[in-house]
């Protein structure tokens, strides 16, 4: 019942821009912290941004400047504007739901490839 499906994924040269969104459904969506994942097959899983309940928002240094992340809460939907896009940002992207507190939920989208090539 619970889901997060992102969309906006492709392939974008470098410089360019797209926006990911991710609509949540069955869980109240304001009660839990969302963020946005990438996975490279080279590399870790790296945590990308995280916006929580309230509005704060983190960004990973790698993409500090360049990339935004926003929610809104009546469309049940969390956005990820990315800007300058290099190689390196190519990527699985994942978005995933925790909802604060001892036993929280926590709950994970399928995932949209972004591809930066020239």
């Known amino acids: 019942q619970v889901q997060l499906v992102e969309s906006g994924g492709g392939l974008v040269q470098p410089g360019g821009s797209l926006r990911l969104s991710c609509v949540a459904s069955?869980?109240?969506?304001?009660?839990?912290?969302m963020g946005w994942y990438r996975h490279a097959p080279e590399n870790q899983r790296e945590l990308v941004a995280v916006?929580?309940?309230?509005?704060?928002?983190n960004v990973a240094d790698s993409v500090k400047g360049r990339f935004t992340i926003s929610r809104d809460n009546p469309k049940n939907t969390v956005y990820l504007q990315m800007n300058s896009l290099k190689p390196e940002d190519t990527a699985a992207y994942y978005c995933?739901?925790?909802?604060?507190?001892?036993?929280?939920?926590?709950?994970w989208g399928q995932g949209t490839q972004v591809t930066v090539s020239s």
């Open positions: 995933h739901a925790y909802e604060v507190g001892l036993r929280g939920s926590e709950y």
């Open positions: 069955g869980i109240i969506f304001s009660r839990y912290g």
């Open positions: 916006i929580g309940r309230g509005g704060s928002t």
